[in-house]
């Protein structure tokens, strides 16, 4: 009887010949062919998965990558963590889908959700589980104080990323994106989004102010409207952090004027800053909080939102969806909760991003580096041409695809695709981290050396 040896464990980067591999490559010759064009993440990585554990994951053809894009940060606690694994194992004995009956599975992941927040807080906050992708929970925020409060319009920021349905695409500044369908949402403002620290529109320009002016203005040309939606962190927008005053100037802003103020937490929330939602560093309390991705911290999808009771005005089934009682993320959701509170999961993000930042601050005297920021987690590398300051888009490429021939996944985002960003999981260990940094600065010198400063 011939023994199969299992392949080694997941514990280093290794990669060896070509990428992608011949086993690679025909499955994403396979996809070209049947699946949609819209497709997007093997286009920039060209890699076929098989496998994952924790902060690594092994293509099929054995290469092995530090994994720090996480399912799009999703994999709060990596891949296959084991004890959610055996939590999603155990529910798959009792109950898989519940729509939105009341489970003992869902009413625990409700209590740890409760459970996170800051206590007053607490005390006057909803749920309500929405379809399964955090662009659904936007939906529903959206109707939610729409209802309430009988307004239409809405305030967004430049930057801003809250999804790929026609109603948050209208939300999100990406044109690119919103250009080919016609006829969006109506009623969307978008203001400067100031940042803690050098930002597209320059740091005289404070959104928070023009957003005052223009609605105490008489004849500033927003009716009032029905909702701010911002995020503390812009994420797709190229890892871009809020500043403080801002932030809070916005909060007492939109309080003062009767405005329901909603934070977008999808990408920022369950940890990924270092505190469970990000406004908390802020010092603000949201009326509304829209989270999604990480909720069960193993990919299993679940979006929810959680908001001020005094919104809750709206009729039973005034916003539905069929995978709102997915049982198997609430009872992974739940797990993950217990194992960050144990653990000090959120201590680690906190320390191993200062280790990150750390590792990249050297990278600011590179002549295409712009700038590096982050926070927690979630950090972005900023490729720019210093003479005009134009996105280094083919610089940002050269990055990434150097990063994955060494073993590191990373991803790009902001304006012109030019941010290379990091979302590592959270419970990732400073040996990985500093594996990874490693790799990245070489990437930058490396692909930066091939491109002539102007």
């Keep these: 009887m011939t023994t199969l040896l299992r392949p080694a464990p997941l514990t280093a980067p290794r990669v060896s ?5 011949p086993r690679s490559t025909a499955l994403l010759a396979h996809q070209e062919r049947w699946e949609s064009s ?16 924790g902060s690594f994951v092994r293509d099929v053809d054995g290469n092995v990558f530090i994994d720090f894009l996480a399912g799009a940060g999703v994999l709060s606690l990596g891949h296959n963590h084991p004890e959610l694994v055996r939590a999603v194992s155990q529910q798959l004995d009792s109950l898989t889908h519940g729509l939105d ?10 209590q740890a959700q409760l459970s996170m927040l800051p206590p007053e807080l607490r005390r006057r906050t909803r749920l309500h589980f929405c379809g399964p992708t955090g662009a659904n929970a936007v939906e529903a925020a959206i109707k939610l104080c729409k209802i ?8 967004s920021f430049r930057g801003a990323f809250h999804g790929s349905t026609h109603a948050t695409m209208a939300l999100s500044g990406l044109v690119s994106q919103k250009t080919p369908v016609r006829n969006g949402m109506p009623g969307v403002h978008f203001f400067p989004y100031t940042a803690d620290g050098p930002a597209p529109d320059g740091p005289d320009v404070n959104g928070a102010d023009l957003l005052e002016q223009a609605l105490r ?11 701010v939606i911002m995020e503390m962190v812009q994420g797709e927008g190229g890892n871009i952090v809020a500043r403080t005053d801002f932030v809070r100037t916005v909060r007492e802003v939109t309080r003062s004027l009767g405005i329901p103020l909603i934070v977008d937490e999808v990408q920022t929330g369950c940890g990924r800053t270092g505190t469970w939602f990000a406004f908390e560093q802020y010092g603000i309390e949201p009326d509304v909080i829209v989270a999604s991705k990480a909720l069960s911290g193993i990919g299993l999808p679940v979006a929810l939102i959680l908001y001020d009771t005094a919104l809750d005005t709206w009729a039973p089934g005034a916003h539905i969806g069929t995978f709102r009682g997915n049982q198997l993320a609430f009872a992974a959701g739940a797990e993950t909760v217990r194992i960050i509170r144990r653990d000090d999961i959120l201590g680690n ?9 750390d590792r990249l601050t050297g990278l600011t005297r590179n002549p295409w580096v712009s700038q590096v920021r982050g926070r927690g987690l979630m950090w972005g590398i900023e490729l720019a041409d210093r003479s ?7 610089v940002a490429a050269a990055v990434q695809h150097h990063a994955l021939r060494h073993g590191l996944i990373v991803e790009r985002g902001g304006r012109d695709d030019a941010v290379v960003r990091l979302l590592p999981p959270l419970n990732v260990t400073a040996e990985v981290v500093d594996m990874a940094c490693s790799i990245l600065v070489d990437a930058v010198s490396t692909s930066a050396n091939r491109f002539r400063v102007h």
């Design 349 to 357: 993000v906190r320390r191993q991003g200062d280790r990150i930042a």
């Design 101 to 110: 009956f009341p489970t003992p599975a869902k009413d625990t992941f409700t």
């Design 388 to 394: 005009d300051g134009r996105p280094a888009t083919e």
């Design 17 to 21: 010949g070509d990428l992608p591999g």
């Design 217 to 227: 203005d008489s004849n500033g040309g927003i009716p009032l409207p029905a909702a």
């Design 38 to 53: 819209a497709r997007t993440y093997p286009r920039h990585l060209p890699i076929a998965l098989a496998e994952g554990s």
């Design 148 to 155: 309430a409060t009988g307004r239409g319009d809405i305030i």
